[in-house]
Each structure stands twice: as C-alpha cells, then as structure tokens.
C-alpha cells in the first residue's frame, strides 16, 4: 500500500462546479499536511496548508480528518484556470515528505 | 534570484554518460530537497540537506547518485552512468523552515536518457 493514496481522475467538471477530492495516509504518526497544484509540464506550487480544525482560502476549502487518516480538498466555483493536477502532501515528522500521484481536474466551459 | 533555480532545463544523456544537475535555491533557505518525477507521478524523494549536511539520502535509487551541497547553498545531482530508468524531471526544492512549512520548487530539468 502506498503511503499517499489519491484517485487519479480525471474529474472533468463544468464551470461553476463544486468538485471535491480525497486523499488517505498511512502513517498515522504523520504531521503537517499540504495541496500542491502541478500545471502540465510545470513545477509543483503550494496551494495551502492543511489544519485539523480545517481551512478556507477563498474557494478552496482543505479538511483533515486524523482518525480516518485523510485529507481533502473543495473547490467551489470551479474555474477554467483551476484545470491542473492536485497533488496531496504529508509530512511524517523531520523532513521527510510524501507526494501522492495527484489528481488531475479538468474544468470545461 | 527570487525563486529556486535549476540548470540545464533539458538534458539528453546517452546511455552510460555522466550527468550534473545544478540547484541554486532561495537565499537564505536551510533546508534544500531533491525529487524525481516520472510522467505521470508525483515527485518521489532523493534526498535532503539542512545547510551542508545530508541529513536523508534514503531515496537515492542506486550508488549511480549522488548529490552534494558543500557551502550550504547550491547543490549538485550528479547521476553516473546513466540508464534509461533514470529519464525523469528532476526537481529541486528549498525552505526556510527545518519542518516542512510548503516548498517552493525550481522548474526542474528534464532528463532523457537515450
């Protein structure tokens, strides 16, 4: 079993959807917790941090769930530049962080 | 510079060749990451320095990698006798922070191995 686990997509959704991904870890001793967006052929960025008590940042809300073991990730009013891989990150513990495959969403007008 | 820098963008190695993969991070940053990403993958981890030191090199795939950082600020991926499997994008990172406060990453270099 991997460590991260996501669905590999593709979500295709239209503008204005609501989409909303999940992501599992296996590492219950796992620490901080990230979404990357990956755009075709460009470097991972960091598109938020992810606290227990959940977070907002515009349209996009992350959540964690620690007695599951999974993290996820709404975006509401989906865009066409929202279109992208998102990638599901855990730290577990020191420096060591863990990449899920990603997610790829593909927005469509 | 204002973001992580990588150098070359693209490199196609034959079969057997030496390569060198250059990381100039984020002035300041302690902390200094590399990563391999197949097409289609995320990026999966090589090895990390805080400062000069290696701290973690339990993803380097072979004794063919190697990387170095010996002043505490650029660093080398150097990859000997190249094989076919190791055609990948290789990516850079670097943080402030000793814990994972989020990355921020270079644009990586493209490596063939033909």
């Known amino acids: 079993r991997k460590e991260v686990e996501q669905d590999p997509g593709p979500f295709n959704v239209p503008e204005g959807a609501t989409v909303a991904f999940n992501c599992t870890y296996s590492?219950?001793?796992?620490?901080?917790f990230f979404w990357y967006r990956q755009d075709c052929r460009k470097e991972p960025k960091l598109l938020m941090s992810?606290?227990?008590s959940g977070n907002e940042d515009g349209r996009f809300t992350a959540q964690l769930n620690r007695a599951s073991q999974y993290i996820s990730l709404l975006i509401r009013d989906s865009k066409l530049s929202d279109s992208a891989t998102y990638l599901c990150v855990v730290n577990t513990g020191g420096f060591k962080t863990i990449f899920g495959a990603g997610t790829r969403l593909f927005v469509k007008a | 510079g204002a973001g992580v820098s990588q150098s070359p963008r693209y490199k196609v190695a034959k079969r057997g060749q030496d390569v060198a993969l250059r990381c100039d991070p984020i002035s300041g940053h302690v902390s200094l990451f590399w990563y391999q990403q197949a097409l289609g993958q995320g990026p999966e981890f090589l090895t990390y320095?805080?400062?000069?030191?290696?701290?973690?090199k339990s993803g380097l795939p072979s004794d063919r990698f190697f990387a170095e950082r010996p002043e505490g600020s650029v660093s080398t991926l150097k990859i000997q006798r190249t094989q076919q499997e190791d055609s990948a994008v290789y990516l850079c990172a670097s943080s402030m922070d000793r814990e994972n406060y989020g990355y921020t990453f270079g644009s990586g270099t493209r490596l063939t191995v033909v």
């Open positions: 590492n219950s001793a796992s620490q901080s």
């Open positions: 992810v606290y227990s």
């Open positions: 320095f805080q400062n000069e030191a290696q701290l973690d």
